[in-house]
């Protein structure tokens, strides 16, 4: 696997190994020498998935300390807009955000250490997100931004979402938890 560095401290695009054959393919989404050695996360306390229809935006979401984690996300099935924000004080890249395409095809991933939210949104097809995360559920410290009220420039315009994630507040008014700590996982 491919482990490359993105706009944003600390949060990477992994591109791995795609084998295939006669039958399909076959692909390693973890190791956790070649994460440790990229100083990755590899102590991952939960895994989840989550599959969601065409249109639908997800996130932005993050734990706040002391709950905050890593996660490494990909996608099994289908294609999504994946997007990152920097949410660490102090980071040079503060705010800003990053989008790229996860897909069963390109069998992407993106690591995003402790400090940064996430979303995503399904603008072509259905999609499955697997996620590992550092720390566990903790729904007290389970927390959001609005996904429209960060400077996103997401391809939808009227997704379906949860009515937890229409009720969040915007960017500009965030008064963040997390410190930037030199981009460790
Ligand atoms: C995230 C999470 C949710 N839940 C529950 C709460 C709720 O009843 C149901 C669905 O939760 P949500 O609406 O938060 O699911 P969802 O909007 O898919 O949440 C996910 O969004 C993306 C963008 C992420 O980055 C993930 O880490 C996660 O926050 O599952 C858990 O039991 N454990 C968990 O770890």
Redesign the pocket.
Known sequence: MKIVPTDIAGCFLIIPDIRRDERGSFVKVFHEDIFREHGLATDYA?E?Y?ASHRNVV?????QTPPHDHA?L?YCVQGSVMDAALDLRRGSPTYGHNLMLELSAANGHMLYLPRGLA???CTPKEPAM?V?K?TA??A?DH?A?LAWDKAGIDWPVKEPIM?A??RQFGALADFDTPFVFDGGQP
């Open positions: 939960e989840y989550s997800r996130g932005l979401h993050f996660k996300v996430h979303g995503f997100m996620y995360v566990t559920y729904p389970d959001g949860s937890r994630d």
